[in-house]
């Protein structure tokens, strides 16, 4: 800022500059008062294009879901997990979380908002769609409007894991509140297909795991109970012998201790067996998806407000420069005039 504002009159000029050189306040609030249509006007002319986009743009519907993860029991398929690991083998998702985090990640995943996004609804009025048929959607292919949509749904969705109380909580938004509706549902039921999937294939790398293991224990088994009666056939006497009370003794630990890892296996194969053909909700819904009494609020007040506070930023600077702009000019006019 040059220490001579103009008033905006060729050859006129304003000197209320400070002794060192500087634009005092003074100086700055005497051009904003010149210049107060700008400085004024700007934020009213923003105010009211805001004001205007937000009466024009369509009412969304919000609905909200909450649902708790199932936790581990350490039960059931956890026992063969166990028995896994003390024979040297890891199984297949076995320590797969289902903590809400885990879920945060699920609903925020390609694959699983790609399948929301091919999923069906039918709105009141309407004939049935698929959701990014509604979103409106456009590409060359199907599979760019797929993933086009599931660009949208991030920006629709709104999940908040809650660790603290093992909650999840999934706030939907559209332009129907039927559709929002209908969109938490199908979020619950995907995630149950997801979690039903999940457990079945997990049982089956079990099942399969057990089968085989267990064969394997029953033959073990087996030559142990053989070794045992062909010893007690050929001693039938052992009580005057020390060695032969300890063989014997051994024999018989080792028939135990191998008896009861096959009944273990053998419980471990038809828990799994049971859990492969299971259907049953994997998650507790505690705040099922309703149907919207009202629209979203259209926060007009938090919008004017800040439109009328950047465009009076926008004025003071504007301002400030067209001032110094025209006293750049007023001095170069008065040097060529000289």
């Known amino acids: 800022m040059t220490a001579t504002l103009s008033q905006g009159n060729p050859g006129t000029t304003a000197s209320h500059a400070s002794p060192n050189g ?14 107060r249509r700008l400085v004024l006007g700007l934020p009213l002319v923003l105010a009211a294009a805001m004001l205007i986009v937000s009466l024009l743009l ?27 690991a003390q024979l040297g083998v890891n199984l297949p998702f076995a320590d797969l979380g289902l903590s809400p985090l885990f879920y945060a ?22 004939s049935t769609r698929r959701l990014m048929d509604y979103l409106k959607v456009r590409g060359e292919t199907d599979p760019i409007r797929q993933d086009k949509a599931t660009d949208r749904l991030k920006r629709l ?22 559709l929002a509706r209908d969109v938490g549902a199908r979020i619950v039921a995907l995630i149950n297909e997801f979690n039903t999937e999940r457990r079945r294939t997990r049982a089956r790398a079990e099942r399969e795991f057990a089968d ?57 194969f038809d828990q799994a067996r049971l859990e492969e053909v299971r259907n049953t909700p994997t998650i507790t819904v505690v705040e099922d998806p309703q149907l919207p009494a009202r629209p979203d609020s259209r926060r007009l007040i938090q919008k004017l407000a800040l439109s009328l506070l950047v465009g009076l930023l926008f004025g003071v600077f504007a301002a400030l420069w067209q001032e110094h702009r025209a006293a750049r000019l007023a001095v170069v006019a008065a040097g060529a005039w000289d």
């Open 22 to 35: 500087e634009t005092s306040l003074r100086d700055v609030l005497a051009v904003l008062l010149r210049r």
């Open 58 to 84: 369509p009412r969304t519907y919000t609905t909200t879901v909450v649902f708790m993860p199932e936790r581990p029991s350490g039960k059931g398929l956890g026992g063969l997990a166990g028995v896994a």
């Open 105 to 126: 990640e699920l609903l925020r995943s390609k694959q699983f908002l790609g399948e929301l996004a091919v999923s069906k609804f039918t709105v009141p009025g309407d």
């Open 157 to 178: 969705l709104e999940v908040t894991p809650d660790e603290t109380v093992s909650l999840v909580r999934v706030r939907v938004k559209m332009r129907s509140a039927e």
């Open 212 to 268: 085989q293991r267990q064969q394997e224990a029953l033959k073990n088994l087996r030559e142990s109970e053989s070794d045992l009666l062909s010893f007690l056939t050929q001693n039938r006497n052992t009580s005057g012998s020390p060695v032969l009370l300890a063989q014997r003794d051994r024999l018989s630990r080792e028939v135990t201790v191998r008896q009861q890892l096959y009944q273990s296996l053998r419980q471990s």
